[in-house]
């Protein structure tokens, strides 16, 4: 996994409600996987603070060949991770890091730069 075209993109900077990522450009929520990423739009999967991130939404990740996810869980720790998710990703048998937000983009671009498939949910706000 150490091709360019499949590394994860870099969280360039992240700051309240603003994002930088590698070949993204800025924006608030993202998606990020091996080659590539986008915006995340929660509306996609009625993802709400609570009950937290949804199986659905680790989905799309997986399916780009990620073998360790990073959910960040916002600046104020307000987005919860549904337990679902947790047993979804468990039962692939993928590595999980869950955090707030700035620990999880310093976990995801370490991991990202050693080459690691990894992908992640970002949320930059609350």
């Not at 150490?2 to 700051?15: H, Y």
């Not at 060949?65 to 960040?72: K, Y």
């Not at 707030?100 to 609350?126: D, K, M, P, R, W």
């Amino acid at each position: 996994m150490s091709s360019e075209t499949t590394r994860s993109p870099l969280v360039l900077s992240i700051s309240w409600g603003r994002m930088d990522v590698e070949d993204l450009g800025v924006g608030k929520d993202f998606k990020l996987y091996p080659g590539g990423g986008r915006s995340w739009d929660w509306s996609e999967t009625g993802t709400r603070h609570n009950p937290g991130v949804q199986p659905d939404d680790v989905q799309e990740l997986l399916a780009h060949g990620a073998t360790t996810v990073v959910l960040s869980r916002g600046m104020q720790l307000q987005l919860q991770v549904d337990p679902r998710t947790l047993r979804l990703l468990e039962e692939r048998g993928v590595a999980v890091h869950v955090a707030e937000t700035t620990e999880a983009v310093q976990i995801y671009n370490n991991l990202a730069t050693s080459g690691t498939a990894v992908a992640g949910l970002f949320h930059s706000t609350c």
